[in-house]
């Protein structure tokens, strides 16, 4: 079979599709009149169609390269999140209840320096706020301003980073604790445990 250049049509996947020259209608290889116009087929009346491969719309694959790096984004970030948070478990004020003889004592010493009242109430025990009415008693009130310039007046501003505190005895629910001040003056302060918090029970110095 002889076809001509100007016959020759590219559509779809590899075979070869006749088609009648007259109506346009798809032919047998074999066929010798047109099913639908019912004209005679010669060799010269049919148009053949080549099929070639037409583009394939190919998703793109994602790189292992770039998986493995937001991988590594994502170790490094949970990371970052766990050493912040053993950072902060560590270094942030403890809690009641894990608080230890000294920094019960560390702490009433910051609310001295800094005269926060309400801190200073938190840290006395049972026996210490019934002798006073609450919180707000101007008796109460007074005592730890007049304290809190006492150590300011003695040993200036920041006084409390020159100061060292050490637990003497423990014993069940009682502690003793003493403090050194550059000077050689000594604070002494007994301990209670309440409901497993340290709370101060009773203060004195050399």
């Known amino acids: 079979m002889y076809l001509k250049k100007d016959q020759l049509t590219i559509n779809g996947w590899g075979g070869i599709n006749m088609f009648c020259k007259n109506c346009g209608s798809k032919l047998s290889e074999d066929a010798r009149f047109c099913g639908e116009c019912g004209i005679k087929i010669s060799e010269e009346s049919k148009t053949m169609t080549t099929s070639v491969p037409t583009k394939q719309s190919i998703q793109p694959k994602t790189s292992l390269s770039t998986s493995k790096k937001r991988f590594n ?64 008693d101007s008796r109460f009130v007074d005592d730890v301003l007049w304290e809190s310039d006492w150590y300011n007046n003695r040993y200036g501003n920041n006084w409390r980073s020159r100061i060292t505190i050490e637990v003497i005895e423990v014993n069940g629910n009682s502690s003793t604790v003493r403090v050194n001040f550059p000077d050689d003056w000594v604070d002494y302060f007994d301990l209670v445990n309440e409901n497993g918090v340290w709370k101060i029970e009773y203060y004195y110095y050399n």
């Open 73 to 136: 984004l994502v170790i490094v970030a949970v990371a970052l999140l766990a050493t912040i948070l053993t950072l902060y478990i560590v270094f942030k004020e403890p809690s009641e209840t894990r608080r230890t003889p000294e920094q019960t004592i560390s702490q009433y010493y910051k609310a001295l320096e800094n005269e926060t009242v309400n801190d200073v109430w938190e840290l006395y025990s049972f026996n210490i706020k019934n002798t006073y009415t609450s919180v707000n």
